[in-house]
């Protein structure tokens, strides 16, 4: 398989040597409609879908006719909770019971993060760097990192005060990468995401992908095609039970 390259950097954001990337991860083309798909699906899965108003069986009172019939010179009524009366039930309301939930294949999920994956790398915004995890929580020491990115060329906006700017990708132990999480807790611009975690919805919200322990991540992004070739052998083992079971009839 085809491979790429890109630079990695320190803490200081000096170059520290080359890693090389799997076509298969950032190498692909932009497939808009499968990456559209695959974040309208995991928006909508995410939604807490707590927006609920009552019909007019659910609201208070009513229990009584308002008024006779005929004879009053009003129009006719049957309960207050009416949807045309203040106070009555909603029609046609936001209730807690609707299910929001749609069906993404583990497949589409895995190559929508890898055409983003791709789609960033072609366009210059992912950085590959070492090891970052901080031992002890420290802001200085988080922000001073970012200010070292800085130097780095095509990536002189890095840091810019945008909370939708910086997509920092960890990997190793969940205590170091907890520690620094709280060490970049208190700037505004980065956003931290475990790389086995990572998916397309967060790759698509933030300019800059910051790819930290790269060799390791970039492991756990093809771990991710194992996925792929599993369906591809089910599918296959089935077309071939179907196809014996026909030649046996």
């Given amino acids: 398989?085809?491979?790429?390259?890109?630079?990695?950097?320190d803490k200081s954001g000096k170059e520290s040597g080359v890693i090389k990337l799997p076509e298969s991860v950032f190498g692909l083309g932009f497939n808009s409609d499968l990456v559209h798909q695959v974040i309208v699906g995991m928006e909508s899965n995410a939604r807490s879908n707590?927006?609920?108003?009552?019909?007019r069986s659910e609201v208070r009172g009513g229990g009584r006719k308002p008024w006779r019939q005929k004879g009053t010179g009003s129009a006719r009524h049957g309960s207050r909770r009416s949807p045309i009366w203040v106070g009555g039930g909603v029609t046609f309301g936001p209730r807690n019971e609707r299910n929001y939930t749609k069906k993404?294949?583990?497949?589409m999920r895995a190559k929508a993060l890898f055409y983003g994956l791709s789609k960033k790398f072609d366009d210059g915004q992912i950085l590959f760097t070492e090891n970052v995890l901080i031992e002890t929580p420290n802001t200085k020491e988080a922000n001073n990192f970012l200010l070292a990115l800085e130097k780095v060329e095509g990536f002189e906006t890095l840091n810019t005060k945008n909370p939708n700017n910086i997509l920092l990708v960890l990997t190793g132990d969940s205590e170091a990468i907890e520690n620094t999480k709280k060490s970049f807790r208190n700037i505004k611009q980065v956003n931290i995401v475990e790389a086995r975690n990572l998916n397309i919805v967060d790759l698509a919200k933030y300019r800059y992908a910051?790819?930290?322990?790269?060799?390791?991540?970039?492991?756990?992004?093809e771990s991710k095609?194992?996925?792929?070739?599993?369906?591809?052998?089910?599918?296959?083992?089935?077309?071939?039970?179907?196809?014996?079971?026909?030649?046996?009839?």
Avoid at 210 to 221: L, M, P, Q, Y
């Fill in 225 to 249: 095609l194992q996925v792929e070739a599993k369906t591809s052998d089910k599918k296959d083992e089935k077309l071939e039970e179907k196809a014996s079971t026909k030649s046996e009839k």
């Fill in 50 to 55: 707590t927006a609920h108003t009552k019909d």
């Fill in 1 to 9: 398989m085809a491979k790429l390259e890109s630079k990695i950097y």
């Fill in 210 to 221: 910051v790819i930290t322990d790269a060799k390791n991540s970039v492991e756990v992004f």
């Fill in 104 to 107: 993404i294949n583990k497949k």
